[in-house]
């Protein structure tokens, strides 16, 4: 891996994303919009920045151009099929064999074998309904842009993000196949560190066609499920 993309670089995420890349020594080319290429400003000189709206193809085709990889903030904002076009921009245009990896919240499902809890189901119902009602979020578009990357046949990686904290790094988050199971019980990561499953995702052909739900290291849940595994090795 020597070359990456970043798209929606300016955000939380996109920015640990920027530095977790720096740090491995890729070459970084970002996309943000027009308006936020000053929250990027103290990278200038380190990465090649390219304002244009994520859903915007000319600016897609012409930053992923040469990456070996491309790492997307997929964000449902407004009502204009925000997600889907920058998803999409991003599977056309990708060289073939780039990996790429998608960032999304634990509400995606590939496979229908989520079990979620109570909480999560009424938070996301009325998410729905506000964004429907103020036109401000289009939660049906990011579905489906997760859709169109599951049908793809690109080297894709959904990442489903839990609840966020900002924080101190605590280490590569670890990941389950399914809400529902118990080591992602805990439902919180550092938002650093998310970006840090992001970005070693790149290298890591085990995630290749892998939605993984992920918590943090740290978290309770983690930590019992490691302590389980430890014990279950002890007596074997
Ligand atoms: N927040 C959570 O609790 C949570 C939980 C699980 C998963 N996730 C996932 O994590 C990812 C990043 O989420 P985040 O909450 O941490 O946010 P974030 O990193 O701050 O990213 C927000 C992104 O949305 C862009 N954006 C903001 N307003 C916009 C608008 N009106 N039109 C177009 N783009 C706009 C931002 O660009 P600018 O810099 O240009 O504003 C930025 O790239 C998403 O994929 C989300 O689904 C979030």
Not at 72 to 92: C, E, F, I, K
Request: charged residues 20%.
């Amino acid at each position: 891996m020597k070359k990456v993309c970043i798209v929606g670089a300016s955000g939380k995420l996109g920015q640990y994303m920027v530095q977790h890349c720096l740090n491995r020594g890729y070459e970084v080319t970002g996309v943000c919009r027009e308006r936020s290429v000053g929250k990027l400003e103290h990278y200038i000189g380190q990465i090649t920045l390219l304002p244009g709206d994520t859903n915007h193809r000319a600016v897609i085709q012409k930053a992923v151009a040469g990456c070996d990889g491309v790492l997307t903030v997929l964000v449902p904002w407004g009502r204009h099929h925000y997600s889907t076009g920058t998803a999409q921009a991003v599977l056309d245009y990708a060289r073939p064999g780039a990996r790429l990896i998608f960032s999304c919240g634990w509400h995606i499902t590939r496979d229908g074998q989520d079990v979620y809890p109570a909480s999560l189901k009424r938070d996301e119902i009325l998410a729905h309904w506000i964004g429907r009602l103020t036109r401000l979020i289009d939660l049906d578009d990011q579905v489906e842009a997760c859709r169109r990357i599951f049908a793809s046949n690109t080297r894709w990686t959904v990442v489903r993000g839990s609840d966020l904290e900002e924080g101190e790094s605590q280490g590569l988050p670890v990941w389950s196949r399914h809400v529902g199971d118990p080591i992602l019980a805990s439902n919180i990561t550092r938002r650093v560190d998310y970006a840090l499953f992001m970005v070693a995702a790149l290298e890591n052909d085990e995630l290749i066609h892998e939605a993984p739900a992920i918590v943090g290291c740290q978290t309770p849940s983690a930590l019992a499920h490691q302590d389980q595994s430890s014990r279950i090795r002890q007596e074997t």
